[in-house]
């Protein structure tokens, strides 16, 4: 299954992709020839990276932490249970593009680059009409791993980009818009990922804090990797602080973008999200690689301008379900991940399916061979021991309130997050019956649809940047491991 080449499958894609884009055109004539239907409206999908569910203030954060999406939150529909299917960015995004879970579209699997057969949303939604704008801060969101397709215009800014900034390049991104007809506009914001700095504007770090408080915090998160240290309670304080100031900036990007996209006669829909959570010393964890914790895959999703009625919805959901119900509102059509049911869009609705998130070892198998930075990232893990379960490969299905873990390294897992969000008492012995229909939904959710096979290491200049955000080998560190994604 996994990391083995499958031709047919590859001309069946392609076949599909054909096929689907030549349906979808006559339906985007068609639609366009019944102008009496509501109009498509423009969609913005907003990307916070590495944003957890809990930093945000529709989900428990103070409203100054998050001002536009608790506004967007009190109007529109809040997933209280949303799921990244994956714990970093490159897989992440290629889901919520694709519609595949990780071990189907192989991106940041077996390979580092996503395979031209796959049905990227962006093109979907071209063929249905709209114009198809990205601005990404990450350059694992790029055209070098091949997750670009489908969009007109792609522009990736350095990480640390201002407002000011921002806004310019938004507004140059959307300067020659056709207003009549809709938009479909990607963002990927950075100000949430480490390395964190002490920040400009101390926005929400504590006012006594001293710039060797600041070093002090930031050399023991680089060190913090299942570490069992005193220091980590000590600084976790600060470091959250510093996040949070970071998501701060990342929300006044939501602002802006959101702001630009409205015109007056059509409607906007906008989905908040995030690729991926963050883990602070949680299950001694940080960063967000070699686990899928709550910490690490439960993010924030808000989706704004249906015109339905405000409301919070219970049931588990991913990023594959969100690119459903965009190609749904934007009337697109796509044929891969038809299977996929769209969000729900009230509270009660029925069919709650289950969610599955998966981490597959950047650090052995075909993708590490194909990378040193992935190999080296490995590293990270160099004094940890079995009870952190951070190696090898791990899938998870969450079916509210429960989620069943199954790791190739050890024994399964299973926990009610009702009861026990923390994940911290292992139910699997007392409930077999349970364990065994969890680990079913996720073996029959797996099935090998493209190879991604297509290896590609990053360019010398990619790769530095990667490094700048803690990708790799830290700079004159004396071979320290290195700082994760
Ligand atoms: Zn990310």
């Not at 103070?62 to 799921?83: H, Q």
């Not at 980009?161 to 140059?172: G, I």
């Not at 339905?308 to 796509?334: C, E, F, H, Q, Y």
Request: aromatic share 6%.
């Amino acid at each position: 299954m996994i990391g083995v080449r499958h031709d047919a499958a590859i001309r069946r894609a392609r076949r599909r992709k054909r096929l689907a884009a030549a349906i979808v055109l006559a339906l985007a004539v068609s639609t366009v020839s019944c102008s009496s239907e509501q109009p498509q409206p423009s969609v913005l999908l907003f990307v916070y990276d590495t944003v957890r569910h809990d930093a945000t203030a529709p989900y428990g954060a103070p409203t100054e932490v998050t001002p536009t999406l608790d506004r967007l939150g009190r109007e529109g529909l809040v997933y209280d249970n949303a799921y990244a299917h994956a714990p970093w960015t490159l897989p992440s995004h290629v889901s919520l593009f694709s519609g595949l879970l990780p071990s189907q579209h192989g991106t940041g699997v077996r390979s580092l680059r996503a395979a031209d057969e796959l049905e990227m949303l962006a093109e979907a939604m071209s063929a249905a009409g709209y114009q198809t704008r990205a601005i990404s801060e990450n350059p694992w969101v790029g055209p070098e791993f091949n997750v670009t397709q489908g969009f007109e215009r792609f522009e990736l800014l350095p990480q640390g980009t201002s407002l000011r900034e921002f806004e310019a390049a938004l507004d140059a991104a959307l300067a020659d818009r056709d207003p009549k007809r809709p938009m479909f506009l990607f963002v990927n914001v950075m100000d949430a990922h480490g390395p964190y700095q002490p920040h400009s504007k101390g926005r929400f770090v504590a006012p006594a804090t001293t710039p060797a408080d600041v070093a002090a915090a930031l050399k023991t998160l680089k060190k913090a990797f299942c570490s069992r240290g005193d220091d980590i309670a000590k600084w976790r304080p600060l470091w959250w602080q510093m996040y949070l100031s970071g998501v701060r900036d990342a929300d006044d990007k939501l602002g802006a973008a959101w702001r630009r996209l409205e015109s007056p006669d059509r409607r906007v829909v906008t989905v908040a999200t995030s690729d991926h959570g963050q883990a602070f010393g949680e299950h001694h964890l940080t960063s967000h690689m070699f686990s899928i914790r709550e910490p690490l895959i439960r993010v924030p999703l808000i989706v704004h301008g249906l015109g339905v009625r405000p409301t919070r919805i219970a049931d588990a959901v991913g990023s594959i379900n969100v690119r459903r119900s965009i190609l749904d509102w934007a009337k697109a059509s796509a044929s891969q991940g038809e299977e996929v049911p769209p969000l729900p869009e009230a509270a009660g609705a029925p069919g709650s399916a289950p969610v599955v998130s998966e981490y597959f070892d950047t650090a052995s198998g075909e993708i590490a061979e194909q990378s040193m930075l992935l190999r080296l990232l490995g590293m990270m893990r160099d004094q940890c021991t079995a009870e952190d379960r951070v190696e090898g490969d791990m899938r998870a299905v969450v079916r509210h309130p429960h989620k069943l873990i199954s790791y190739t390294r050890y024994p399964t897992e299973l926990f009610d997050l009702d009861t026990d969000p923390g994940e911290l008492h292992d139910l699997a012995a007392k409930r077999p019956e349970l364990a065994r229909e969890l680990a079913a939904i996720l073996d029959a959710a797996s099935s090998a649809a493209v190879d991604a096979s297509q290896a590609a290491d990053p360019s010398s200049e990619t790769l530095e940047r990667l490094r700048a955000l803690g990708y790799g080998p830290s700079d004159g560190a004396g071979g320290e491991a290195p700082a994760p994604p």
